[in-house]
């Protein structure tokens, strides 16, 4: 299916450095985009994730962020493979600056 984005989000959310494995994102994710990876961090699944947005608030640290933002350069090693690798090609067609 394909999937689009608002350029109010431009990309799928990831977690970045900071984040306390708190375990609560992957709790409220309606849509179970977020789960452990196989090194023991949570990470964002960019191909399950349509940014709706809940799991913002209840992170106590601000670790989970839209691709596009300041500070998406942090996002951590273990959310690296679960990035769509076309997202800015994607932010680039809907006229957004990358
Ligand atoms: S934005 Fe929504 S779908 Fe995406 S990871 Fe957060 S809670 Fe899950
Ligand atoms: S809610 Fe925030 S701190 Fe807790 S596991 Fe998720 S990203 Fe990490």
């Known amino acids: 299916m394909a999937r689009t984005f608002s350029k109010r989000?431009?990309?799928?959310?990831?977690?970045?450095d900071g984040c306390i494995e708190?375990?609560?994102c992957e709790r409220v994710c309606p849509y179970d985009a977020?789960?452990?990876s196989d090194d023991l961090e949570y990470v964002v699944d960019?191909?399950?994730c349509p940014s709706c947005n809940?799991?913002?608030d209840p992170c106590p640290v601000?670790?989970?962020i839209p691709m596009d933002a300041p500070g998406a350069e942090a996002v951590r090693d273990s959310n690296r493979p679960f990035i769509l690798e076309n997202w800015q090609s994607i932010l680039v067609d809907q006229g957004g600056n990358v």
């Open 9 to 16: 989000h431009g990309a799928p959310y990831v977690i970045i």
């Open 22 to 24: 708190c375990g609560i």
């Open 34 to 36: 977020i789960f452990m």
């Open 46 to 48: 960019g191909s399950q």
């Open 54 to 56: 809940r799991c913002l």
């Open 62 to 64: 601000d670790a989970i």
